[in-house]
Every structure is written in structure tokens, then in C-alpha cells.
């Protein structure tokens, strides 16, 4: 269910249509990706649309690009368009090994003649954005543009900042009591829920919810009536828990980063000494930092 964002929806349109990026900033369950997803006929009515979920890690957003590249007809230099999407991604895989010959063929491929709106770059998810991609995304800012959605927390990460800069803000506020309990109201309808006093309920979700639709649904959805109505534990907000989580994978990726770092440096401190010991252990540190990873990452804000 969609309700209210008019203006921010306006303010975003305006800004792609005058060529200029967007970052849409608000915490978890404050309703980003519908948001978008509402816009998404007007900027593909605009120019191509290329979406993708997240922006970390990097090659899991490359993949993600060169898909979205793929299902809006745009060539990539040196990989033929046949009918099988995974089959295209292989051979481009194949030719372009490493990340950054990776990025370079989708910077290229993003690249439109001058007079042409530009393509619009969607990603879903940039909270997972790290300094070390930044110059990417700056690079990838100068040939689409970038619409991207974060938590108000990583616009303050340290090396950002020139990113930020580069792209129009756009703030997710709650909703407004009349919006909320119109979103309310929606979903009472779509999941059939029964209370004996209506009003009575509307008005405690609106009071409970303090107008994220997150926590609007959550509380429609799985928290029954008469609990509601008779103001019992209704146990973590949406928002709140999820936030919580977010800022927990967030803390997590410089720990990471460190981690990484001393794996690299080991390696290299083992082949300029000769010590094929500490050569090995580093390459082997390198490979479980690359393997894990993500896998830590997603475990530390499993839902």
C-alpha cells in the first residue's frame, strides 16, 4: 500500500529531470523502496531505468548493474546480448575479471550520446556504501543518474562526503496522522481485520506507529486488535529493531576493512622477506576476508 510522498516524490522527479542525482535518506521502515517503486513509471517514462537491490558488496553490485543493464536493452562492449541473461553474465565474467575492468565496461555501457537523457541509476540499498567505492559511484554519477537510497547514518561515513555533494537530498519525514491512518485504514481492508470499535483502533495504530509505515503494517498485519485497542505490549517497533540491525552491520564493515588490511599486508610483508609462511597465510587471510565477508555482514543484520 502507497500513501502520501507527494512532495518528495515531486522533489525527486524534479531533480532526475533536471539531470541531477538524489539520495532519498530515512531510517528502516520508513518506506524508501515503495517510494521508489511508486516513481519508477515516471522515470522509466523519463529514460531507461536500470535498478539495483544494494551497493555492497561491490561485485555483487556490478553483477547487479550488468543484469539491470541487460533487461533494459543496453549493450556492454565485448559481450554479446543473447536470449540467457546468466549465460551473457558468465561470458562477460569471463572477459572482465577483476572489479575494476568490471566497472570500467559498465561505466562505459552507461555512457549515452550527448542530447539523450541520461540512464537512471536506481540502487535500493547504498547503506552498505564504503569510501573505497566512492570514486566509483562518482564515476558512475557522471554517466547516469544515480538515485540512491540510504540510512540518514551513512551520509555522515568518513570519505563520503564527495558523493554526497554531487547529488539533490531528499528526507523521508513520518507520515501525517491523517496519512497514517489513511494507510491504516488500507491495509485494515486488505488483511480483513475485525476490531469491535474501528475508530478506537485507527486511532490507536496512528498513535502507536508514530507514522512509519513500517510499523503501521507490522502493527495491522501481526499484532492482533484487541491487544492494540486495549494498549498491551505490542512488543519492538519495525523501525526500531531494524535500525538497530542496520547499525549493527554498519559498525561491522570496518572491522572488516582491518581485518582485510592486515591480511593484505601480511602477504606482502611475507613475499618481500622470503617467507613463504607468512606469503601463504596472507593469501589465505585475503580469500576468507573475500568468501566471508558477506556472509558476516548479512548474519550481524539477519532479519
Do not use: C
Not at 517514462?45 to 548493474?65: I, M, S
Not at 537523457?117 to 536506481?122: D, F, Q, S, Y
Not at 606482502?268 to 613463504?276: K, Q, T, V
Amino acid at each position: 500500500m502507497f500513501v502520501g510522498r507527494k512532495e518528495e516524490g515531486r522533489a525527486v522527479l524534479l531533480s532526475v529531470r533536471a539531470g541531477r542525482g538524489v539520495v532519498l535518506s530515512a531510517p528502516p521502515g520508513y518506506g524508501k523502496t515503495a517510494l521508489l517503486r511508486e516513481l519508477l513509471p515516471a522515470l522509466e517514462a523519463w529514460a531507461p531505468v536500470v535498478w539495483t537491490e544494494r551497493v555492497a558488496p561491490l561485485g555483487t553490485f556490478l553483477k547487479d548493474l550488468f543484469r539491470g543493464l541487460w533487461d533494459a536493452g543496453v549493450p556492454v562492449e565485448g559481450v554479446g546480448r543473447g536470449k540467457d541473461l546468466e549465460a551473457d553474465l558468465k561470458a562477460w565474467q569471463r572477459r572482465y575479471p577483476g572489479n575494476e575492468e568490471k566497472a570500467r565496461s559498465l561505466l562505459k555501457a552507461l555512457k549515452r550520446p550527448e542530447g539523450v537523457n541520461p540512464i537512471t541509476l536506481v540502487v535500493d540499498d547504498a547503506t552498505g556504501l564504503t569510501p573505497s567505492m566512492v570514486p566509483w559511484l562518482v564515476a558512475f554519477a557522471e554517466a547516469a543518474t544515480l538515485v540512491l537510497a540510504v540510512h540518514p547514518e551513512t551520509l555522515r561515513k568518513a570519505g563520503t562526503k564527495r558523493l554526497w555533494m554531487r547529488l539533490d537530498r531528499v528526507d523521508l519525514p513520518p507520515l501525517s496522522p491523517k496519512e497514517t491512518r489513511e494507510l491504516a485504514r488500507a491495509l485494515v481492508e486488505r488483511y480483513g481485520v475485525v476490531a469491535e470499535d474501528l475508530e478506537a483502533y485507527l486511532n490507536r495504530v496512528v498513535s502507536l506507529s508514530g507514522g512509519v509505515p513500517g510499523e503501521v503494517e507490522r502493527l495491522v498485519r501481526y499484532v492482533s486488535a484487541e491487544d492494540i485497542v486495549r494498549n498491551r505490549d505490542v512488543g519492538t517497533g519495525y523501525a526500531e529493531g531494524l535500525a538497530r540491525r542496520e547499525e549493527r552491520g554498519i559498525a561491522l564493515a570496518p572491522i572488516l576493512l582491518v581485518a582485510g588490511g592486515v591480511a593484505i599486508a601480511a602477504r606482502y610483508l611475507g613475499l618481500a622477506r622470503g617467507e613463504m609462511d607468512l606469503y601463504v597465510a596472507g593469501g589465505l587471510g585475503i580469500a576468507a576476508f573475500v568468501v566471508l565477508s558477506p556472509w558476516l555482514r548479512k548474519v550481524v543484520v539477519a532479519r
